[in-house]
């Protein structure tokens, strides 16, 4: 027992004389006339209470499960706190915390004068403090000083040592068991009060001190909990004292024998157990996601950035972040367990942690815009890093979405997907022939460097031998030919090509970028060849939407979201439309299918880039697309089938100038096909629907050719260009 201080002395000598006067006025009144009374009053009284006590809003934690709605991703919370049913809660519970704080819990109307008296006359003759407040006064006490619709002051004034603020708590409680059940009293009471060590809430307490829920408890264990509430952080045994702990515990058991609840025997052998704990630490937040799933960081920081997104959880992002932290939400994302656990995989064994450069990964499913999955290899944490690595191992930029100051990386030839989309649309059939030279002189001007031939920007192939000559957009594509592509753009108009790259999802966030895409679109003529930045989120999405034939889906990374009442919020449902054309969407797809290495519905395709998709999906139907920027600064692949797309990026997301190497390309397909293969496995073969004849065009017949060499053509020009080069 604590010794009390003048001052709290001084406050029970005068609570004393309080409560006598009003025992003596209560004894003198006649009984019926008493009842009629105190009915009229609780009714006024329970009208005026403050809405945090007729309708309990006691913060609790969020949950985030992946995708089985088992699988725990991480937990958020102001309080560490979570409410059951009294019926979760195990009978011995129950009766350990009236036993320990309230013996005459059901006898008394909310208020046991008896006892308060009895505890004040202890306090002033004994030397020592004894607590006279029943449970229903500790629950309104628990209430009012927790209560977020309340000011700081009035939360302090909660706990005062005032005769006004008793007198309140006494009205309090005695409305309260007016209309509650002694039930409800007592289940609210344990979802509220403090056991210490960071629990709130007998369902926190089970799992911090032995990591079950309260449904399970033992004798022992709910007698030690029990005997926690008086003294929370002094008492604890993890962060305080063990051996007052264990007197506490004897104490309620003892005290469980006095009220019936067990026997002398049933407390004896429960005070010979040993102290056994198994404790057990909740995560709070993106950072604290398990070790052994490094990376889920990432994807959790992505939903708390869409959650910070959505008006049905507040009008501004300081109350949305307070209802995830303290709305006790039960949220089912898009998290795919197994998808992760490989992407995860696949992206470090392509770098490791400690490596600068790093390889974003997204998986995204078509029609639906449901994120499978966010890897990279970075540790998602706050910890700090070794001298001369700023964001490696450990960082929380959002490196795989975008935002928060990360515009992305260069995609390079995964952007012709948009030129090709454009041709289509605008009713140029995928025959669309074209003689491909080396390089092809351009009306867009340059600077002196390797792309100027004239004074024009003049784009040439990787690989001549491989890719000159006569294309259509089946080899254009599967070649990947940079000439056929340049010129396909420049037929069709450039700015055609970017408002398609931006109907499909393409985010700029570069500055430079956005004002280019902005003010200059028709006359950005490498934008097919991918030079605008992006991320793996937004390049996955993209190919999704051809993958689920124009249907476009606003990324999400939940299935559901159910409040603490049961009720499922109206978000998290697929955000869709129809931005192309099915046909086109087909056609696109049809082409697609010759980088991987497989053949088209027309039997067009005659060579790929990453060729190694299919024999990894082992003939499986699959499309996708290559992508190398200039100097191979970054090295990219997406594929897809009609039930996921996935796409990685290779690149130093800190120095751009740090060039991946074309030798990574490889590794990076490898990656990115185990991942579908992941996604897929289990489930039946689709095939995609090949397009109807009028986008598909006479292959046997030249749709164009190339450009006739006019004097004045850039052709020309550059062809006179290359002669004074001798």
């Known amino acids: 027992m604590a010794t009390p201080t003048p001052l709290s002395r ?88 009236v036993a320990a704080e309230d013996r005459r819990f059901y006898d008394h109307g909310g208020v046991d004068l008896r006892g308060m008296l009895r505890a004040v006359v202890t306090n002033v003759t004994s030397g020592t403090e004894q607590g006279g407040s029943t449970l229903t006064m500790q629950y309104v006490r628990n209430v009012l000083k927790t209560d977020p619709n309340r000011t700081a002051e009035q939360r302090a004034a909660a706990t005062e ?15 309260l068991e007016q209309r509650l059940g002694k039930d409800e009293i007592l289940n609210r009471y344990l979802n509220i009060a403090y056991f210490g060590s960071g629990a709130y809430g007998i369902a926190a307490a089970s799992q911090r001190y032995f990591s079950k829920a309260p449904a399970e408890l033992t004798l022992a264990e709910a007698a030690l909990l029990a005997g926690l509430v008086q003294a929370p952080e002094a008492y604890s045994p993890i962060d305080g004292d063990a051996d007052a702990a264990l007197a506490r515990r004897a104490y309620v058991l003892d005290s469980m024998v006095a009220t019936g609840a067990i026997t002398v025997d049933q407390a004896a052998r429960a005070k010979a157990e040993e102290l056994t704990l198994e404790p057990s630490a909740q995560p709070n937040g993106c950072a604290a996601t398990a070790s052994a799933r490094d990376g889920w960081g990432f994807f959790c920081d992505y939903l708390r950035r869409w959650w910070l997104a959505q008006p049905e959880f507040g009008d501004t992002a300081e109350e949305r972040e ?36 790093a390889l974003p990964i997204a998986a995204v499913e078509p029609g639906t815009g449901r994120v499978l999955a966010m890897a990279v290899n970075r540790h998602y944490s706050v910890d700090a890093n070794p001298d001369g690595q700023v964001n490696y191992p450990n960082t929380v930029n959002p490196l795989i979405s975008g935002g928060g100051g ?72 599967g070649r990947s030919v940079n000439t056929y592509f340049v010129w396909l753009a420049e037929q069709v108009g450039q700015d055609k090509v970017v408002e398609m790259a931006q109907r499909l999802g393409i985010t700029f966030r570069a500055e430079a970028d956005a004002r280019f895409a902005q003010d200059n679109a028709a006359n950005w003529g490498a934008f097919t060849l991918g030079v605008a930045a992006t991320t793996p989120l937004d390049l996955a999405n993209a190919y999704a939407t051809v993958a689920a034939e124009g249907t476009y889906c606003s990324p999400v990374p939940v299935l559901s979201v159910t409040a603490p009442d049961g009720k499922r919020l109206p978000v998290g449902d697929p955000s869709c439309r129809q931005v192309l054309d099915p046909d086109v969407a087909r056609a696109a797809t049809d082409a697609a299918r010759c980088p991987v290495g497989q053949q088209s519905a027309f039997g067009q395709c005659n060579g790929g880039t990453a060729t190694a998709v299919n024999r990894i999906l082992d003939g499986r139907p699959v499309a996708g697309k290559t992508g190398s920027s200039d100097q191979a600064a970054t090295e990219s692949f997406v594929g897809f089938t009609p039930q ?75 062809r006179r260009w290359l002669g004074g080069r001798g």
């Open 406 to 477: 990360v515009a992305g990386y260069q995609a390079g030839s995964t952007f012709k997907l948009f030129t090709m989309l454009a041709a289509l649309e605008s009713g140029r059939p995928l025959a669309t022939g074209f003689d491909a030279p080396s390089r092809l002189p351009t009306r867009y001007a340059a600077g002196q460097d390797d792309s100027s031939c004239a004074g024009r920007w003049c784009p040439a192939n990787a690989n001549p031998q491989w890719m000159d000559g006569y294309r259509m957009m089946w080899d254009g594509f």
């Open 161 to 175: 040592q005032t005769i006004g603020r008793k007198l309140q708590e006494i009205r309090y409680a005695n409305a």
């Open 10 to 97: 001084l406050f029970t000598v005068l609570l004393a004389g309080v409560l006598a006067g009003l025992v003596l006025a209560v004894a003198a009144l006649p009984g019926n006339l008493l009842l009629g009374l105190t009915a009229q009053a609780a009714l006024r009284e329970y009208a005026a209470l403050p809405d945090a006590l007729r309708t309990p809003t006691t913060p609790q934690r969020s949950y985030l499960y992946a995708n089985d709605g088992k699988t725990l991703i991480t937990t958020f919370f102001d309080v560490n706190r979570t409410d059951v049913a009294l019926a979760e809660i195990a009978p011995v519970m129950r009766q350990a915390i």
């Open 644 to 718: 996921v797309a996935v796409a990685g990026i290779a690149a130093n997301p800190d120095d751009p100038t740090d060039s991946v190497g074309a030798a990574v390309q490889a590794r990076v397909i490898e990656a990115v096909a185990r991942i579908i293969a992941t996604a897929v496995d289990g489930d039946p073969a689709e095939a995609f629907t090949p397009p109807t004849r009028a986008l598909v065009g006479d292959p046997r017949r030249p749709v164009e050719r190339a450009p006739s060499a006019d004097p004045g053509s850039p052709l020309a020009e550059f």
């Open 322 to 357: 307070q209802a995830l932290r303290r709305g006790g939400y039960t949220v089912v994302t898009t998290l795919d367990p197994q998808v992760q656990k490989t992407a995860q995989q696949q992206a470090t064994s392509v770098y490791g942690y400690d490596n600068p450069r």
